[in-house]
């Protein structure tokens, strides 16, 4: 059971900097802005190297081809999941000008069938 816990929390720590690597310029326009385009790629090409410090052995200890307690399906699954998760925070901490909506909620319902259907034996 840890590997599982063990993965699923190394995915958090990667989508928190994938979503960082990539709406993290959107973010924080106002202290980036002077920066150009070239910059910012690179800029995030940099944190995104931290996302693959947590995700690639977060599939590792995930997977049961090297044991753990997922298949490569429900891995994927798991990190969509956990990829809307932590961009929903990111968005309702970060990005004021976007709103969580009923529609949303009704996605992410649809994520939690997902799962659901995936998990199934």
Same mark, same amino acid.
């Given at each position: 059971?840890?590997?599982?816990? !063990?993965? &699923?929390?190394?995915? &958090? ?9 990539? *709406?993290?310029? %959107? !973010? ?11 910059? %910012? ?10 996302? *693959? ?7 590792? %200890? ?7 307690? $997922? ?6 699954? %798991? ?9 929903? &925070? ?23 069938? !997902? &799962? *659901? $259907?995936?998990?199934?034996?």
């Amino acid at each position: 059971m840890w590997k599982g816990v !063990a993965a &699923v929390g190394l995915l &958090v720590v990667s989508n928190a900097f994938m979503t960082l690597a990539w *709406y993290g310029h %959107i !973010a924080f326009k106002s202290k980036l802005e002077r920066f150009g385009l070239l910059a %910012i790629v690179l800029l995030s090409w940099c944190i995104a190297l931290f996302e *693959y410090c947590f995700q690639v052995p977060a599939n590792r %200890i995930g997977s049961s081809q090297f044991g753990g307690p $997922f298949s490569l399906w429900e891995l994927k699954v %798991i990190q969509e999941v956990v990829s809307l998760s932590v961009f929903t &925070v990111f968005t309702l901490l970060f990005m004021r000008s976007d709103t969580l909506r009923w529609n949303h909620l009704v996605g992410f319902f649809c994520l939690i069938l !997902a &799962v *659901y $259907f995936i998990f199934r034996k």
